[in-house]
């Protein structure tokens, strides 16, 4: 039954809600001015914090792989007798719907392709070039982005599921700064900033979407790829998501999310059917290789001596690398809440070899397909013209790629498709989270709040594309992420100081 919108924590919500006030007048009031701070605050981060970055994201990767094979692992995020609610399928569905959707297709073929043609030790557009450019982005898309939501899914679904505590983030430090300081300013301090996190998230991710959505409009329809087109494709799609997330999660997410997956591996498979085919299983298993053999390295390496970026022209670790933790780390409070949602039942172990090894094998069989597909062609014949595209436009890669193909209208016709999809299923689970932040953990928050912050969160994507695309979208993964990160690193201490209470 849902509840009242007297349930409503007035306090959280109203504390995030003039966060984004303040971004969105300012935003109105002059976009370039603020595009000019974006700038400033892109530079400072990546000059200051971008060590903090790695160092953290690499331990999360160590404590989920850890406490998965310690003595703890067999501990259920719930009861001793829950059961999980959701199949196998449905659950890697719905996760994987939820925690990389956009950026995929987004990312598909213009990161690997991206790093071939401007790599950063390797030689332009040469072999060696394209076998680090696959290991880099099966890096970008691996262990580490899900080591985040992991930490905030299990960190949560132990708290709520298992403990009995709200569905909120700040419960998670009950064990460390006492239920007094939980339920006061610092708790809702807490709630605030997730849910502040995950509306700057979705609304990147969102801003990704529209752009790669017009992108093809222009490509197969002659639409203007223009910012005010973007900023419809967003309102559009807000209808549709707000749609779904009044119907549920065991409705709207759950039938979207298996729909989604069908498509997503429909259009792999028939890539991979009439796409260089043995290129491609070559390039999965010797990436797959490469990547789990220089793991180490990458996660710390930060270019000290500067030998990339004056390679590569620019600072290639703060706008990759760093860009990328910081973008997962503002998808961690709703993914993981998100994630934690359908969990429960699940133990330890089952929970982190489902959340970080199962989905990083999807990832590497989608790059491979469509970023080894490029990287193929490019090297047998450079006037296929999708790194030159790809340099000019990221959004124009997908496409581009799919032109040299038979059907290549049919095929980004649906790659459109999946976007839209998975952009409904992202905003439609973060809305539901969002719902459940900012209403006392209720985890069936009203319709009426779910619509409310999912317009909001889509006015700050709107935002986002008037203040400079992409390097706006970057800049605000930066901004928002960072405190966001030091309070996980204060989540996992509470949580071992509650594991000690567990019977093992």
């Known amino acids: 039954m849902q509840k009242s919108s007297s349930t409503i924590d007035k306090g959280v919500t109203f504390a995030a809600i003039a966060c984004c006030a303040i971004f969105i007048a300012a935003t109105l009031i002059s976009p370039d001015g603020v595009k000019g701070i974006f700038d400033k605050l892109f530079k400072f981060f990546i000059d200051n914090f971008g060590w903090s970055y790695l160092l953290c994201v690499a331990g999360f990767v160590v404590f989920c792989i850890g406490i998965a094979f310690s003595k703890y692992g067999n501990i259920k995020l719930g009861k001793d007798s829950d059961l999980p609610e959701f199949s196998l399928p449905a659950w890697f569905s719905m996760l994987f719907a939820a925690g990389m959707g956009i950026g995929l297709v987004f990312w598909g073929v213009a990161e690997p392709v991206y790093h071939f043609a401007g790599p950063p030790f390797a030689e332009p557009k040469s072999a060696q070039a394209g076998a680090d450019a696959m290991r880099i982005t099966f890096f970008h898309w691996g262990l580490h982005p899900w080591a985040c939501y992991a930490v905030v899914a299990m960190l949560l679904a132990y708290s709520h599921f298992r403990k009995g505590n709200p569905c909120q983030l700040s419960?998670?430090?009950?064990?460390?700064?006492?239920?007094?300081?939980?339920?006061?300013?610092?708790?809702?301090?807490?709630?605030?900033?997730?849910?502040?996190?995950t509306l700057f998230g979705v609304?990147?991710?969102?801003?990704?979407?529209?752009?790669?959505?017009?992108?093809?409009?222009?490509?197969?329809?002659?639409?203007?790829?223009?910012?005010?087109?973007?900023?419809?494709?967003?309102?559009?799609?807000?209808?549709?998501?707000?749609?779904?997330?009044?119907?549920?999660?065991?409705?709207?997410i759950k039938i979207l999310s298996n729909i989604n997956m069908i498509m997503a591996f429909g259009l792999l498979a028939l890539m991979l059917m009439v796409g260089p085919t043995v290129a491609i299983l070559k390039t999965l298993i010797e990436s797959l290789g490469d990547y789990f053999q220089n793991i180490v390295r990458m996660s710390f390496f930060m270019d000290t001596t500067g030998g990339v970026a004056k390679h590569a022209g620019y600072e290639w670790i703060g706008a990759w690398t760093v860009f990328y933790w910081a973008w997962w780390l503002t998808w961690?409070?709703?993914?993981?809440?998100?994630?934690?949602r359908i969990s429960?039942?699940?133990?330890?172990?089952?929970?982190?070899?489902?959340?970080?090894?199962?989905?990083?094998?999807?990832?590497?069989?989608?790059?491979s397909i469509m970023g080894g597909s490029a990287i193929h062609m490019e090297l047998a014949d450079s006037?296929?013209?999708?790194?030159?595209?790809?340099?000019?436009?990221?959004?124009?890669?997908?496409?581009?790629?799919?032109?040299?193909?038979?059907?290549?209208?049919?095929?980004?016709?649906?790659?459109?498709?999946?976007?839209?999809?998975?952009?409904?299923?992202?905003?439609?689970?973060?809305?539901?989270?969002?719902?459940?932040?900012?209403?006392?953990?209720?985890?069936?928050?009203?319709?009426?709040?779910?619509?409310?912050?999912?317009?909001?969160?889509?006015?700050?994507?709107?935002?986002?594309?008037?203040t400079g695309g992409l390097k706006a979208i970057q800049t605000v993964a930066f901004v928002v992420s960072f405190p966001f990160m030091i309070l996980m690193v204060f989540m996992i201490v509470a949580f071992f100081k509650s594991l000690a209470y567990e019977k093992v």
């Open 332 to 340: 961690a409070p709703f993914v993981g809440a998100f994630i934690a």
């Open 344 to 367: 429960k039942g699940r133990t330890i172990k089952q929970f982190v070899l489902g959340v970080l090894f199962a989905p990083t094998l999807l990832c590497a069989i989608w790059f």
């Open 171 to 197: 419960w998670i430090l009950e064990p460390l700064i006492g239920r007094e300081r939980v339920e006061g300013g610092i708790g809702k301090t807490i709630d605030a900033l997730a849910i502040v996190v």
């Open 203 to 252: 609304a990147t991710s969102l801003g990704l979407g529209a752009m790669q959505v017009c992108t093809g409009l222009s490509e197969l329809f002659g639409i203007p790829n223009e910012t005010m087109v973007q900023i419809f494709v967003v309102v559009v799609v807000t209808a549709l998501y707000i749609i779904s997330a009044v119907s549920g999660v065991d409705k709207g």
């Open 383 to 466: 006037a296929v013209g999708i790194a030159d595209a790809t340099f000019k436009d990221v959004t124009m890669a997908i496409f581009v790629l799919f032109n040299n193909f038979p059907m290549g209208f049919f095929l980004s016709l649906i790659s459109m498709i999946i976007v839209c999809i998975f952009f409904i299923t992202s905003a439609d689970s973060a809305t539901y989270v969002v719902g459940v932040m900012s209403s006392g953990g209720d985890l069936n928050p009203a319709n009426s709040l779910k619509i409310f912050w999912g317009i909001l969160c889509s006015t700050l994507a709107a935002m986002l594309l008037l």
